[in-house]
């Protein structure tokens, strides 16, 4: 499926109930020829309003981050793995992840990313493994298919707790010596 395809496609889904209490489908943004890319749990209110992941404060928050290791919005891709805002920003129900899954991962078969970076540990179980350790486990590669794999806090997490952020800057920079080593691009 080509991107064109793909996007109007999701763009219409009804495969499962978030599609009733929506505003937008957040797609994602992004190069979509990246080596690297974020991926987060679902939409929250500001995404869902403007259709965008990662608006607002955790937004600000991501880019802050990524501005740390010469990254931006340009030279990567970020998806969500459910494309509508659960309710309440509840975690998303396993029923809804697997309502959705087909979206991201077509995204991954055009992208064919280099590196994945979990955002939170809802994707880091989906992605990695399904009993993901966020507080021992950030920061780890795992080998999926030949992708490097790896969680970050979700920024939201960060806000939250500010003490966490020391240990985000030193996964921040294994990922960027990855990018250094893996990645074909000049990061
Ligand atoms: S969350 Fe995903 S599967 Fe559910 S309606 Fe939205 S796009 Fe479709």
Not at 41 to 63: M, Y
Not at 112 to 137: Q, S, W
Request: proline share 5%; hydrophobic share 35%; aromatic share 6%.
């Amino acid at each position: 499926m080509d991107w064109e395809t793909l996007q109007k496609e999701c763009l219409a889904c009804r495969r499962c109930q978030l599609c009733e209490t929506r505003h937008n489908v957040v797609f994602g943004v992004g190069n979509r020829q990246a080596e690297v890319v974020f991926i987060g749990e679902g939409p929250g209110e500001q995404e869902d309003l403007k259709g965008e992941p990662f608006v607002g404060r955790a937004g600000k928050l991501l880019d802050d981050m990524l501005e740390l290791i010469d990254l931006d919005r340009t030279k990567i891709y970020i998806a969500n793995m459910v494309k509508c805002r659960p309710p309440q920003n509840r975690d998303p129900l396993n029923t809804e992840q697997d309502a959705c899954a087909q979206w991201l991962s077509a995204q991954l078969e055009l992208i064919k990313p280099k590196i994945i970076v979990c955002l939170g540990r809802i994707a880091a179980m989906r992605f990695i493994k399904p009993d993901f350790k966020i507080t021992r486990e950030h920061g780890q590669w795992f080998d999926r298919g030949g992708v490097k794999v790896m969680a970050l806090y979700h920024p939201a997490a960060l806000l939250r707790d500010p003490r966490r952020r020391p240990e985000t800057f030193v996964d921040l920079k294994t990922i960027q010596s990855a990018m250094r080593e893996d990645c074909t691009h000049t990061y």
